[in-house]
């Protein structure tokens, strides 16, 4: 299974990368759970520039949203997308509802604040 890390690299920007999860040597950090959150976005709503409060999986179930970084790429992510979430710092991303439907996610945070542990 792929998914699509959201991090912050060492220029305080915020960065996508594919990751094959699959025998992904901090796969184990990346499983304990705390709890859930569904959030429901209206189409077109827009989050501006933000960070994350902590490490989340974020996983749309209906809808589909865009997520623009610093560099100027915006990736659009429909139902079934997971991504995880680990800009904490920095510039951030911003959030658009691009579908005609409502867009909703699944916030699921992880147990593990500390990257790579």
Do not use: C, K
Request: no cysteine; net charge negative; aromatic share 6%.
């Amino acid at each position: 299974m792929q998914i699509t890390r959201i991090y912050t690299g060492e220029d305080g920007q915020s960065h996508f990368e594919d990751v094959e999860m699959e025998g992904h040597p901090l796969l184990p950090s990346l499983t304990s759970i705390t709890s859930l959150r569904f959030r429901v976005s209206e189409p077109g709503t827009f989050s501006d520039w933000h960070t994350e409060s902590q490490r989340n999986y974020i996983i749309t179930l209906s809808g589909e949203g865009e997520i623009g970084i610093g560099d100027g790429t915006h990736r659009r992510f429909g139902a079934g997308a997971v991504m995880l979430v680990e800009d904490l710092t920095g510039q951030g991303h911003t959030t658009r509802a691009t579908s005609d439907e409502p867009r909703i996610t699944v916030a699921v945070p992880l147990a593990n604040q500390v990257p790579g542990t």
